[in-house]
């Protein structure tokens, strides 16, 4: 089975520009997180669904972050307008229903100048 | 709120020179302690999951330990391969889990 798949892998963008991650969870899995990782503050969730629905949106930092799961295939993290401080790498990951291990994709590096 | 403590920020081994990572946490009710390892550039790898105090689970060189309080990453006779950062995680409630800062492992040959 192929793994978490996201897209794109770098992206390099302006302040105040929009920027969309995608997502493609395992086959399978019913729940999808999404994780941002510094050095300053180690791999934080954002947000989490289960069966395409936001369970837990605590960890978005601020109205400018949104998350959607229009199916239970593909999911979108946006980011609008985007600030220097958003850059990060944004993972995604998913894990089945009643398994806690979560597996992860190979991450957006997000660099906004 | 969980609070996951991993030590030491770094580990610097020879090859062969056997060693352990710590992670301790503070959380109420744990449901289960995660291992995971992350290369430069590449996302978490799942390692381990441990659920009990006194389980132990073993992966080739890494054995991994739990008690009441903490778990332990058991590194035998390391190779450069085992370089890596390894990252405890906790989970309380839900599926959420929460994350320690890692403890980067370099091997030299």
């Known amino acids: 089975d192929a793994g978490v798949i996201q897209s794109p892998r770098h992206e390099v963008t302006e302040m105040g520009q929009e920027v969309t991650l995608r997502c493609k969870p395992i086959?399978?899995?019913?729940?999808l997180f999404w994780y941002r990782q510094t050095m300053m503050r180690g791999l934080e969730l954002l947000i989490y669904f289960n069966n395409n629905v936001p369970i837990d949106d605590s960890g978005m930092p601020e109205d400018r972050f949104s998350a959607k799961m229009p199916n239970a295939s593909f999911s979108t993290l946006k980011i609008q307008p985007s600030e220097p401080r958003d850059s990060a790498v944004y993972f995604c990951?998913?894990?089945?229903?009643?398994?806690?291990?979560?597996?992860f994709g190979p991450g957006t590096r997000l660099t906004v100048l | 709120e969980d609070q996951v403590t991993q030590s030491p920020e770094a580990l610097r081994l020879q090859e062969g020179e056997s060693s352990s990572l710590n992670c301790s946490y503070t959380v109420s009710g744990l449901r289960g302690l995660f291992w995971y390892r992350q290369d430069p550039g590449k996302g978490p790898e799942f390692l381990f999951t441990?659920?009990?105090a006194g389980e132990e689970k073993e992966k080739e060189r890494l054995k991994a330990t739990l008690t009441k309080k903490e778990s332990f990453l058991h590194i035998t006779a390391p190779k450069p391969e085992d370089s890596a950062t390894y990252l405890c995680?906790?989970?309380?409630?839900?599926?959420?889990?929460?994350f320690g800062a890692g403890t980067t492992v370099t091997v030299r040959a």
């Open positions: 990951a998913s894990s089945r229903q009643g398994q806690y291990e979560q597996f």
């Open positions: 995680a906790v989970q309380a409630g839900g599926y959420k889990l929460s």
């Open positions: 441990l659920y009990s």
């Open positions: 086959s399978g899995h019913d729940y």
